[in-house]
């Protein structure tokens, strides 16, 4: 069975960081587009940080660059996000995913050919 899981959510106060981990099984993160998703309450499922594992392109949303990074470890199949100086406009679930082939639109992150979602983890951060 192909399933990423999600881990690491919780909460965190404003200025604090937070590390979010995906762990793969069921597939290998070779030659896919991995990357974070975050949906908040009332409001549409974004992109928050894009990944190519071929060619190690990323691609951030506008909201988290320069406070947010996506290491992966390729030989764990794990992925992370590591969240610095975290707001409470950050406040979402956090979902990671998989796919194929383009990692953005418009430099925004994006899947264009998902395969699959992670159940998602939420992070509230207080203010």
């Known amino acids: 069975e192909v399933q990423l899981v999600e881990s690491g959510g919780g909460l965190v106060q404003a200025g604090g960081s937070l590390r979010l981990s995906c762990a793969a099984s069921?597939?290998?993160?070779?030659?896919?587009?991995i990357g974070w998703f975050r949906q908040a309450p009332g409001k549409e499922r974004e992109g928050v940080s894009t990944?190519?594992?071929?060619?190690?392109?990323?691609y951030y949303a506008d909201s988290v660059k320069g406070r947010f990074t996506i290491p992966s470890d390729n030989a764990k199949n794990t992925l992370y996000l590591q969240m610095n100086s975290m707001k409470p406009e950050d406040t979402a679930v956090y979902f990671c995913a998989a796919g194929h082939g383009i990692h953005h639109d418009r430099n925004i992150p994006y899947i264009r050919s998902l395969e699959v979602w992670g159940q998602g983890t939420l992070v509230t951060v207080s203010s």
């Open positions: 069921g597939l290998t993160f070779d030659g896919r587009v």
């Open positions: 990944l190519s594992v071929s060619d190690g392109s990323t």
